[in-house]
């Protein structure tokens, strides 16, 4: 690793580098003359940390440790209803439905996974895995999806609710990272799995006819496909038309209908929206 070049490389993009680095200045010319296994292994690391505290962003520490581990809440329920659902008993069909929930819980496993390897890396405590009551009963067994393991079409609308919701919640705490290197760029790489998810589920119910209308890869106004009004907070706010101000309706003379333009952009969720819509889902 040549340090000198990759300084340089770094300068190009922002002159300021060295006023980041301060009086750290010392310790990069030391690493430079470091010899050895050991040191050289050291290197990336210590480099790697320098550069963290340089271009961190303006959230404290415990700040950031406060949305990692909102995230890693949702994660949590995730992965622990699709673990839930590949343990029920002739819940999910052979073939594409259940490789695709597979898939997914997969993915939502690895995403719990990496958030506690990165809280903790950090110096952070995870939070503890909740006690779920997936009835959205708040831990009474007895809420409106209580048959969500038994009916598939109830499981795939609860699902595409649970990746809907966490799409928006990814993206109502997205530009608290600003700044954030490494934490904003994997917050978005797992939002943007999430939107996949959701696709994938609504493809799934409207292949298998369980979905409410025209069901869509995207959410148009704040439908849900969903009959029932308990998941509605999910979509409340996903009919907005207007964007930074500028009404997309009709927007410079193109024919453009109020479910185009609500479809054409997807809306943040703040932190409390968020868990108060999955609290129903928490046994306590």
Sequence with gaps: MNLNNVLSEIEKVDADVYDRLDTR????????????KMAL??????????????????????????????ALTLEYLEAEFYATSLMSNNLLPAGEVKNGIITISKHETAHVNFLKTAITAAGGTPVAKPTFDFSGGKGSGNGPFKTAFTDLGLFLAVAQTFEDTGVRAYKGRAAELVGGGDYLTAALQIHSVEGRHASFIRLMRKNLGSGVGDLKPWITGKQSGINTPAVQPSYDGEELTTQATINIININGFKISADAASEAFDEPLTPEAVLKIVSIFFAS
Excluded: C, E, H, Q
Aim: hydrophobic fraction near 50%; aromatic fraction near 14%; charged fraction near 15%.
């Design 41 to 70: 292994a050291a290197v990336p690391v210590a480099f790697g940390g320098l550069f963290k505290k340089a271009y961190a962003g303006t959230k404290s520490t415990a700040d950031v440790f406060g949305i990692l581990n909102y």
């Design 25 to 36: 200045r010392s310790a990069l010319r030391n690493f430079a003359n470091l010899g050895g």
